[in-house]
């Protein structure tokens, strides 16, 4: 008995500790958004003298502001049609790749890792002034989809090695009784494993739609011309040289944030689902 109850003590207290450990945790996450909130609510001099203070009236009118002056009707189908080009160019060449990558043996397998690890640790400050220098030649600055290749070219590593994992994991017999039925290698492809690792496809969606969604530095590069600004690039204009409207700047802030966090609260089982079955196999 005395065995039992110490194991039920301490159960109960790891079990304690857990619930902590996880209610700090989730408040750590959670403060800066509800402190965004709070704050897009309040006049900029409510903010200035103290961000934690409640709202004593509630300013509705920072989002019209906001809404109007980062002229986000505009700039949000820059970066909508930015982020769903660079979604379909790194899906559709990271599944090939990665395919070709699970079902045939590479014998420079090691060295292919090694550049793709390369390319994606390797900061894209490296290549933005010959880049730079190159899509101006071509006529190609200000122009969506040439940026969405430099996407595509810096998120491909990421989506190939992890889009691998997905295509290792499938048995070999499904492509095996495919190709027996008749069907063709490009018809195994497109109907029988593409729907097998489509957990995997979205979830290399969501986290290239995020970061496309969110990136600056190449936008604000390449994409100069008023009627081509990105949001995130249009809310950094929001902020002046020597004053802020702190109430329409943190409206703004919540406005790009918010269209992410329902995408993902939306999806979000799938994407765990998508996370855990690619860490099964590398």
């Avoid at 559709?92 to 420079?108: C, D, I, P």
């Avoid at 329409?248 to 939306?266: G, N, R, S, T, Y």
């Amino acid at each position: 008995m005395r065995l039992v109850e110490r194991r039920l003590v301490e159960s109960t207290a790891t079990l304690t500790i857990t619930y902590v450990v996880l209610a700090v945790a989730v408040f750590v996450a959670l403060f800066p958004i509800a402190l965004l909130v709070l704050n897009s609510l309040k006049p900029a001099a409510a903010i200035v003298q103290n961000p934690l203070s409640l709202p004593e009236t509630i300013r509705w009118d920072n989002f019209s502001r906001a809404w109007k002056d980062a002229r986000f009707g505009q700039t949000f189908l820059n970066s909508a049609l930015l982020t769903a080009l660079t979604i379909v160019l790194v899906c559709s060449t990271a599944s090939l790749t990665a395919y070709v990558l699970a079902r045939h043996k590479v014998k420079s397998w090691k060295i292919v890792t090694f550049y793709l690890l390369a390319t994606t640790t390797a900061p894209i400050q490296l290549f933005l002034f010959p880049l730079y220098f190159g899509f101006a030649r071509l006529g190609l600055i200000n122009n969506v989809f040439a940026v969405s290749l430099i996407y595509t070219a810096i998120y491909s590593p990421f989506a190939v090695m992890l889009l691998r994992t997905y295509f290792l994991a499938v048995p070999r017999e499904i492509e095996e009784a495919a190709i027996v039925d008749g069907a063709s290698h490009w018809q195994v492809f497109t109907r029988v494993m593409l729907p097998l690792v489509s957990p995997g496809i979205l979830t290399v969606a969501l986290i290239i739609g995020l970061y496309s969604w969110n990136e600056f530095l190449i936008a604000t590069t390449f994409l100069q011309k008023a009627d081509r600004l990105t949001a995130v690039v249009s809310f950094f204009l929001l902020s002046g040289q020597y004053s802020s409207d702190w109430g329409e700047i943190m409206a703004a802030a919540l406005i790009i944030v918010l269209p992410v966090v329902v995408l993902f609260v939306a999806l979000q089982r799938r994407f765990i689902e998508g996370i855990a079955g690619g860490s099964v196999k590398g």
